[in-house]
């Protein structure tokens, strides 16, 4: 099993940066996609951000230029820096991890979340 715990939400005014981060433990595979997705009052869940094990990252059409993921293999951690933040960027942010797992070749593991709220 894997485990994910988010930390760094919170409140901040628009215009303003967060640092999210997210820390997994467990059986982690060699080969991994750790990313980010969000969730606002009333809409699906979207993805922000997704990065490989070998450091290649991808957005969201709506976070080019304004956010940042990285991540520290040796630590298991995806981080998620915010600038330029939105109002509209409000939502509850939920870590995420793919890898094989029980014969599915991309499995998703997810962690609880943590809030981020943007005050205009």
């Known amino acids: 099993q894997v485990q994910l715990v988010e930390s760094g939400g919170g409140l901040v005014q628009a215009g303003g940066s967060l640092k999210l981060a997210c820390v997994a433990s467990?059986?982690?595979?060699?080969?991994?996609?750790m990313g980010w997705y969000r969730q606002a009052p009333g809409k699906q869940r979207e993805l922000v951000a997704g990065i490989l094990n070998l450091g290649i990252p991808s957005y969201a059409d709506f976070v080019k230029g304004r956010f940042t993921i990285s991540r520290d293999n040796a630590k298991n951690t995806v981080f998620l820096q915010m600038n330029s933040l939105v109002p509209e960027d409000t939502g509850v942010y939920y870590c995420?991890?793919?890898?094989?797992?029980?014969?599915?070749?991309?499995?998703?593991?997810w962690g609880q979340g943590t809030q981020v709220t943007v005050s205009s």
């Open positions: 467990g059986n982690i595979k060699s080969i991994n996609v």
């Open positions: 995420n991890l793919k890898q094989p797992h029980n014969g599915d070749p991309s499995y998703d593991f």
